[in-house]
Every structure is written in C-alpha cells, then in structure tokens.
C-alpha cells in the first residue's frame, strides 16, 4: 500500500509480499500476534528476513495508520554484505583482517556507534547475527553518522560457525569480558576479530567458548562496567597500533 519513508517502513500484506519478491533489503517484518499470514512468514523465512510477533498497537505505530492489514516491514537502510566481502577487503588493501563481531547488540544507537568507530578505525567490517541483534534499520544508519554506507556489514545466521570460518583464515578471535586478560597484555599483531557482547549479558557461551582470547578493560571507579560501543571504541584503536 503506502510507504513510511521516515522509518522506511511498508505496510499492508500485498506491499509486504511485494517487497519480500523483490531484491529490497529486508531488515524485518512485523506481525500482529492474533494473526497467521502464512504465505508472508514462509516468503520471509526464504528471504532469511527477522519475523517479529508483535501487537496491534505496534503495527500501528510502525504504519501510523489502522489500515495495515496486520503486518509491516522495515527495510535496510543500507545492503549487507557477505563474509566473504569483509575478507575480500584485507586482501585488496594488503593488510591483516581486522573485523568487529557484535554479539546480539540489541540497542540500534549502540551498534550505530560501533559500525562508527569501526569506519573511522579502518575496519574491513562489521558481522551481526540475525537473530536477537539490531540490523541496519533507518536508526542505525543515522547514529553511525553514514558510516554504514562505507563499511562492510554482513548479517549471519550462526555466529559460532562465523567465528570458526575466521580462524581457519589465520584470524584470532578476541572477545571482550570483565574477568579477561587486561588488554594491554595482549599481542594484537596479525589477523584479528573483536567480538563485543550484549549490553546486559555479555558474550553468549557458545562465542565465548570460541574465541582464541578474552580481554578486559581496566575499572577504576566506582562503575565496573562501560557501554558497549565504547569498549568497542577502545580495543579497536588499540589494535590500531599493532599495525602501523
């Protein structure tokens, strides 16, 4: 039917069976709980498109209007890449990899300002799961200042067998945790992934139990923890120096 251009949303179950036809980047698709649409959900899930039930009152937040049909979709602000793409960039610029992993970062202004910091720190790219994790909806797209346009963003659908697939590239995995090895004893040199976990629970068990390395980041206030992006921020510029 009609388009929200600000949150780039459409609305209505033929636009919606539309969209999921055609090549738009699909972040998305919002289903009103009370109600089966069987051929959208089996179309999105050949899409490999995030299904979220949700009630009638969020469907018609997202649409601003009560003529939505029961279902809406966000599409990407920008394209995903694949993980080949974010390998292809190291080889081309002659460097090691060095890719950024958000583990579930389920905050969109969160991993807006990781997909940031990574553009500015010259990171090959940033992997995401699609489950469970913020995608690059229009709110991501704007914290990352545009950055998402420039930087490599591929959304995966296990972030174990990722991480797996980098090490056999010759890539240490370092995830972020309170009870890690401080950073600054950390040899950073070569190929490396940085894995940031969750704003409330950290690295899920199976990434961490998969990671080459677990690092910290000193507290010494009265806060023993920092947000996500920042400590993101912080490791990335550090290994910066491991490979001038």
């Given amino acids: 039917m009609e388009n929200n251009t600000e949150r780039q949303i459409i609305f209505g179950r033929n636009a919606v069976i539309e969209a999921l036809r055609s090549d738009k980047e699909i972040d998305t698709i919002f289903i009103q709980k009370d109600i089966k649409i069987e051929s ?49 960039v190291s080889e081309k610029r002659g460097k090691p990899p060095f890719i950024i992993i958000a583990d579930e970062i389920a905050d969109p202004h969160n991993l807006g300002a990781i997909i940031r910091t990574a553009e500015a720190a010259g990171a090959d790219g940033v992997i995401i799961p699609k489950r469970r994790s913020a995608g690059l909806n229009s709110t991501v797209y704007k914290t990352s200042a545009g950055a998402a346009a420039w930087i490599k963003v591929a959304r995966v659908s296990n972030l174990v067998d990722t991480i797996k697939t980098l090490k056999k590239n010759n890539i240490w995995v370092y995830g972020m945790e309170a009870d890690g090895e401080p950073y600054d004893k950390v040899d950073f040199s070569g190929g490396a992934a940085i894995v940031v976990g969750s704003e409330g629970f950290g690295l899920s068990r199976l990434v961490r139990e998969n990671c080459d390395v677990i690092v910290s980041l000193p507290m010494n206030g009265k806060v023993n923890s920092l947000n996500a992006s920042v400590s993101a921020g912080i490791l990335m510029y550090e290994i910066i120096k491991y490979r001038k």
């Fill in 40 to 88: 959208i959900s089996a179309l999105a899930k050949e899409r490999g498109a995030v299904v979220k039930t949700v009630s009638a009152e969020k469907i018609a937040s997202l649409a601003k209007t009560q003529k939505h049909g029961g279902v809406c979709a966000e599409l990407c602000a920008a394209e995903y890449a694949q993980l080949s793409d974010i390998l292809g």
